[in-house]
């Protein structure tokens, strides 16, 4: 006889609100550190950046958008600067290392940073990437050597070598503006996933020889992709011009919907953000709440308002062993949900950071100040 574990999935789901944090513009795009995992990473719809550090509450780094070299920039580009300077980020990701990260952003270029550690934070690479928007940006790792994913509103992804920014592939075929990437591999074997705004979804290798495959989501519109930690299981989220979002799990070998689940608001009120946790839940941000399933059942298994306030459609992130959750609220705010594991985290890190302080006070004999905020105002003041 079979002995069944009871499902505890309450208890493993992020769903207490221990942080509410503002940097000042609306996050559309969110990455947590891999390696330090209360570290967030946060690019905004006015194309800021800010690394906060959940723990200590504190901003690392805060960043407004800039152009390095406007003259090394396409001359289209800088005539769309001049005539509208606004511009939003679409997409921020660490590498898989965590030394650096980027920033694909609404107009023409993708810049990487490097990370050295608490606020240092350099300059690496700016990229003319796509004509138009950049709406996605990944890393990934083919002959072995780190390299960025871009695809953008001309209907393209190109492929760059992560040290120099030279450019190594141009993949063309689809037929409207490509939304996203998701790169993956299987027995030494590199490929990636791109899904265009018409809802096709192609796969590629890192060669010259054209798409793999040819699928249609479910939505045929704005879908996204990821695998389960593992890599052995394959989601995709989207959503229709009419609202309609769906979470399918896809049989890679055949290109069918293995699952669809369900729960989604009848007409969701913008595009929904999706992210999948310990080879066990997904997540959605859909209906001012984020709904959670268990990846073996279509059915519905929480929804999680956050103590309220929610965009109708908010963007999540989860940190990488599922301890926390970020999510986008209402008034430029960020909440910041745990479970378990992720409350004795930052209990961990709370306590350090205050242990470092009062050592501090008592070195220069002075009231107690916390490091962390004045690294922090510092590191403003120098990047203004």
Known sequence: MITVEPF????????????????????MSMDFHPVQQSLLLVGTNVGDIALLEVGSREPLVLRNFKVWDLGACSMP????????PGVSVNRVIWSPDGALFGVAYSRHIVQIYSYHGGEEVRNHLEIDAHVGGVNDLAFSHPNKQLCVITCGDDKTIKVWDAATGARQYTFEGHEAPVYSVCPHYKENIQFFFSAALGGKIKAWLYDNLGSRVDY?????????MAYSADGTRLFSCGTSKDGESSIVEWNE?????KRT?????????????????????????????????????VQLLTTVDAEGGLPP???????????????????NGIKVLANGDGIHLLRTL???????????????????INPISATAAAATSAWD
């Open 261 to 297: 689940y369900q729960g989604f608001r009848k007409r969701s009120l913008g595009v929904v953000q999706f992210d999948t946790t310990k080879n066990r839940f997904l997540a959605a941000g859909d209906d001012f709440s984020i709904k959670f399933w268990d990846m073996d059942n």
């Open 8 to 27: 505890n999935a309450p208890d493993d789901i992020p769903k207490t609100v221990v942080r509410t944090l503002n940097q000042g513009s609306s996050p």
């Open 77 to 84: 580009f800088q005539a769309a600067l001049v005539k509208d």
């Open 350 to 368: 709370e306590n350090s950071s205050l242990y470092d302080a009062s050592r501090t006070s008592e070195a220069m004999a002075k009231p107690t």
């Open 216 to 224: 249609d989501a479910p939505g045929r519109w704005c879908t996204t």
């Open 253 to 257: 070998n055949d290109g069918a919907v």
């Open 313 to 331: 459609s908010p963007r999540i992130r989860f940190n990488k062993d599922g301890s926390l959750l970020a999510v986008s609220a209402n008034e």
